[in-house]
């Protein structure tokens, strides 16, 4: 049988050293299983011929048979290029070489036919193709060519000669090597039962279909064979995690939750609520650790379901640790907890890396004596003198914040791991939550709490900044706070900060009677902090920003949100930014301001803004528009391995068949031990290898 993992892809005919070292540079192809998994990107149907005289500048691709009648060099030095006037009795289109001028004219000759393929311009009335793939006409047939694959290449590989059409030949070259069928990646018994192609076929077809209907047979296959093994790999880790670690039982629902129940809930839950408590009652009593990942969009109540979870804990004798990300929301989660459980007479303590001395040790020594049962921090928890007495549940409050190895430093603060409750209020689409967190179980609070008003959402173009302005005016007047929120990104970061500096001008001046806070992630974390404690304490009434406001800050005076070029953020960011307000009782606004010039792309999203307040219904949009890779929350999470062809927006459906298909298989045999499941462990063995980082997919 031929292994196509062990061949290095220059003894491949064609490729030699040179193209070798390009190919594994550009595109990460170091052997002939590399290259026979990087499948093209889309396929353009070559049996159709157009005539010169119906082309037009809108169509994506065409092909004509005709001859060339002259060539024409036009220019000097760089701006130099060739065009070669060619014909096929219907008229003249123009072919244009800016580069390779040498190689086309020793290449192609006049009166020989061509089929010439390419994607058509009009310039000076008159259809023009640049670099143009041409054969010569004799030496096709196009009838048989059918469905033609395209290959994403880099300028570098183009420059070299090694452009779609050139990998198109280097993959055909290695089909004709492949004369037995390859191992199978998959067991018989799976290929048999969801009716999947066999991986050879597969593999012959998505590089050169035939036929719509096989193309698609074949794509499913080899996204089945991505997102199996993706799942199978979580599903194991999560079986041999819950056979190693027996969870703490919570058996009771004791004096804490019921009297803070009865006596001290500021408002009834909601059904959303109540479902959520039962879900965490039921993990955990079961025996097993609990894992849980509880989304819920902004001011959904998620605290306040975190709360009732650590009252569980502290009724059955253990105590409960709350993690934020920064200083500001540890503050907040301390003054609300404290709040609420005032009347049963709890000791709740903060940690942070501001709290030395004396009180810090206080808090240390109430921890590891027991005295202290619910301890609200940031990453200060993490350092290795705080120790606990009995730590039973720990919280995490906006996941992507903490990395996996951080999550895993919180389980030795325990002979036996704490049950793990993570919040995040950035809604992930279903298919992206099974992929990113599948090792957790996911809860959703999808109802805000009663009283709440929904945030109006509207689009102005920057030229209407007067109206804008007059329109702050009402609300200062009536008492409220403002954000102005501008872009910070990376690449522009000069620019945006001389636009967040120019804005901070412009409002202090055109705002003269109010205070104007300017926050933006350049500053020292002091200065920063200082300032939203400025704001939320109402000390100043504007608060100029790029994104780092905190997710979760809680400023419920806070009424208007204004969104300065709206078009340079994501869905989820736009989303995250909105939340901000619309946290008090009174009517909030977001105000998105952008340019009249919008792509397509950036008008979709800036209308779902509009229409919609539903988190979810926004992510999976965001999902589809932009990719998982480019998710708000997902970045810092990182996807830990590349899908070649599955993709998690579209692919929902079969994410659930092939996870549904792993929990069968690691239910029946957790160690993969039973002979038709060799092939399972060998292939899970060999990804473990791949460049995939499958270690911290959980």
């Avoid at 609420?340 to 921890?367: A, F, H, N």
């Avoid at 705080?386 to 325990?414: P, S, T």
Wanted: proline share 4%.
């Amino acid at each position: 049988m031929l292994d196509l993992s062990v061949r290095d892809v220059k003894y491949l005919p064609g490729v030699g050293p040179a193209r070798a070292e390009l190919l594994e540079k550009e595109l990460g192809i170091k052997t002939l299983a590399d290259l026979i998994h990087y499948y093209p990107y889309k396929y353009i149907d070559r049996s159709r011929l157009f005539n010169i005289k119906e082309v037009d500048g809108t169509m994506p691709y065409i092909q004509l048979k005709g001859r060339i009648l002259s060539f024409e060099e036009i220019g000097t030095g760089r701006g130099k290029r060739l065009v070669a006037h060619f014909t096929d009795g219907t008229g003249i289109a123009d072919l244009v070489w800016f580069q390779g001028i040498k190689f086309a004219l020793s290449k192609y000759r006049p009166n020989t036919e061509y089929v010439v393929f390419g994607k058509p311009t009009i310039f000076n009335g008159r259809v023009n193709i640049a670099h143009p793939e041409i054969d010569v006409e004799a030496n096709l047939n196009l009838s048989e060519m059918g469905m033609q694959p395209h290959y994403n290449t880099t300028d570098r590989m183009k420059k070299s000669g090694l452009n779609s059409a050139a990998v198109r030949k280097l993959v055909a070259t290695l089909l004709g090597l492949i004369e037995a069928p390859l191992p199978e990646t998959l067991p018989e018994w799976i290929i048999r039962r969801e009716n999947l192609m066999p991986l050879t076929e597969a593999l012959r077809v998505i590089h050169a279909p035939k036929d719509v209907n096989s193309l698609r047979m074949a794509q499913h296959r080899l996204k089945f064979e991505e997102l199996f093994y993706v799942q199978l790999n979580i599903c194991r880790y999560s079986a041999a995690r819950n056979r190693r670690f027996k969870g703490l039982m919570f058996n009771r629902v004791g004096d804490s939750f019921n009297r803070f129940y009865n006596e001290c809930l500021p408002f009834s839950l909601t059904d959303a609520q109540k479902r959520v408590v039962r879900e965490i009652r039921r993990d955990t009593c079961s025996g097993v650790q609990m894992n849980r990942l509880l989304q819920g969009d902004v001011g959904s109540g998620k605290t306040m379901v975190a709360l009732m979870a650590m009252l569980l804990a502290v009724d059955n004798g253990f105590q409960a640790c709350i993690m934020a990300p920064t200083e500001i929301l540890a503050e907040q989660h301390y003054a609300n907890i404290g709040r609420y459980t005032e009347k049963i007479g709890l000791k709740v303590e903060l940690l942070t890396g501001s709290i030395k001395g004396k009180r810090r040790q206080s808090v240390l020594d109430g921890l590891v004596g027991g005295s202290v049962n619910i301890l609200v921090a940031t990453h200060a928890v993490l350092e290795d003198n705080v120790l606990f007495a009995r730590l039973g549940l720990v919280v995490i409050d906006e996941q992507h914040r903490f990395g996996v190895a951080q999550r895993a430093k919180l389980w030795e603060k325990n002979n036996n791991p704490p049950h793990i409750l993570v919040m995040t209020a950035t809604p992930i689409p279903r298919t992206l939550a099974m992929t990113l967190y599948g090792d957790l179980d996911v809860s959703i609070i999808d109802e805000l709490p009663p009283g709440r008003k929904p945030i109006k959402t509207v689009h102005k173009y920057d030229t209407g900044h007067t109206e804008i302005y007059a329109f702050l005016d009402e609300e200062l007047r009536k008492g409220r706070q403002v954000y102005v929120v501008y872009p910070l990104i990376e690449e522009s970061e000069k620019i945006d900060l001389k636009n967040l500096e120019d804005g901070y001008g412009i409002i202090s001046d055109r705002f003269q009677g109010y205070s104007v806070s300017k926050v933006h992630g350049k500053m020292k974390p002091a200065e920063k902090e200082a300032e939203m404690q400025r704001f939320k304490r109402a000390e100043t009434q504007i608060m100029v920003s790029t994104t780092v406001i905190e997710v979760g800050v809680d400023v419920p005076n806070a009424s208007v949100m204004v969104i300065e070029n709206a078009e340079r953020f994501g869905l989820s960011q736009l989303h995250q930014l909105r939340g901000r307000v619309g946290r008090g009782a009174d009517q909030s606004f977001c105000i998105l301001v952008t340019g009249y010039k919008l792509s397509e792309d950036t008008r979709k999203r800036i209308d779902i803004m509009v229409d919609s307040n539903d988190g979810f219904e926004i992510a999976e949009a965001d999902l589809k528009l932009r990719g998982p890779g480019d998710i708000e929350g997902t970045q810092q999470s990182g996807i830990a391995f590349e899908l070649r062809l599955a993709n998690l927006a579209r692919d929902g459906a079969l994410i659930e068949q092939v996870r549904n298909i792993a929990k069968e298989i690691v239910a029946a045999d957790p160690e993969l031990t039973h002979p038709q499941n060799t092939i399972l462990l060998r292939e899970l063995r060999r990804l473990k290898k791949s460049p995939f980082d499958w270690s911290s997919i959980s």
